[in-house]
């Protein structure tokens, strides 16, 4: 059974930079032909698309982060890396990593999502 | 302000059948990219109900329905019962945006 953990920080202080990780266990990231991903959702708020990742490393940001946004990936490992820069108190989340489905593009699912992690963006 | 758009919340007794609408435009579901629906119980990681519009991943009880039509999906449970209380958000892709884009999510009530 496929499973994602996010891992990283809790508190980040603002204008710094955000890095958190996904671990993938019960399956390979290489070789898998998906995409890998992350969502965040401010508290009481709804969810935000922030980006995804190939195993190859060819990675697509939502357009309006992508100035902030970098998404890595270690096939050996068998992780995926989030780093979101400049933060401020906005981008308080909880942030999810999530694999999107082998659909064509445009009508990929998120299926597993890892449990998430608070992020507090906070001097 | 999400690009599709769902009621804040709905509610029904025990037994009864509730629908979530999720309104997009021809940039989004009008352009016929699919719809999936996701269920958020609290303080928990939401989790795939619905995908490619209409189908349930295995486990999903047959309660839950999807559908799509034009510009907008629905979401429906019917035999509504009290472990059904969750946040629902339907999502989709948006070319005009050219990101994956979820509704503002709708909570449904058990009364």
């Known amino acids: 059974q496929l499973q994602l953990q996010e891992s990283g920080p809790g508190l980040v202080k603002p204008s710094e930079t955000l890095s958190l990780g996904c671990t993938v266990s019960g399956g390979a990231i290489s070789g898998s032909s998906f995409y890998w991903g992350w969502i965040r959702q401010p508290p009481g708020k709804a969810l935000e698309y922030i980006g995804a990742i190939y195993e190859s490393g060819s990675a697509y940001y939502n357009p309006s982060l992508k100035s902030r946004v970098t998404i890595s990936v270690d096939t050996s490992k068998n992780q995926f890396f989030l780093k979101l820069n400049s933060v401020t108190a906005a981008d308080t989340a909880v942030y999810y990593c999530?694999?999107?489905?082998?659909?064509?593009?445009?009508?990929?699912?998120?299926?597993?999502w890892g449990q998430g992690i608070l992020v507090t963006v906070s001097s | 302000q999400s690009v599709l758009t769902q009621p804040p919340s709905v509610s029904g007794a025990p037994g009864q059948r509730v629908t979530i609408s999720c309104t997009g435009s021809?940039?989004?579901?009008?352009?016929?990219?699919?719809v999936h629906w996701y269920q958020q119980l609290s303080g928990t990681a939401p989790k795939l109900l619905i995908c490619?519009?209409?189908n349930r991943p295995s486990g999903v009880p047959d309660r839950f329905s999807g559908s799509k039509s034009g510009t907008s999906a629905s979401l429906a449970i019917t035999g509504l019962q009290a472990e059904d209380e969750a946040d629902y958000y339907c999502?989709?892709?948006?070319?005009?945006?050219?990101?994956?884009?979820f509704g503002a999510g709708t909570t449904v009530t058990v009364l």
């Open positions: 021809s940039s989004n579901i009008g352009a016929g990219y699919d």
């Open positions: 999502q989709s892709y948006d070319t005009s945006l050219s990101a994956y884009v």
């Open positions: 999530a694999r999107l489905s082998a659909s064509g593009s445009g009508r990929r699912w998120f299926d597993p």
């Open positions: 490619g519009n209409s």
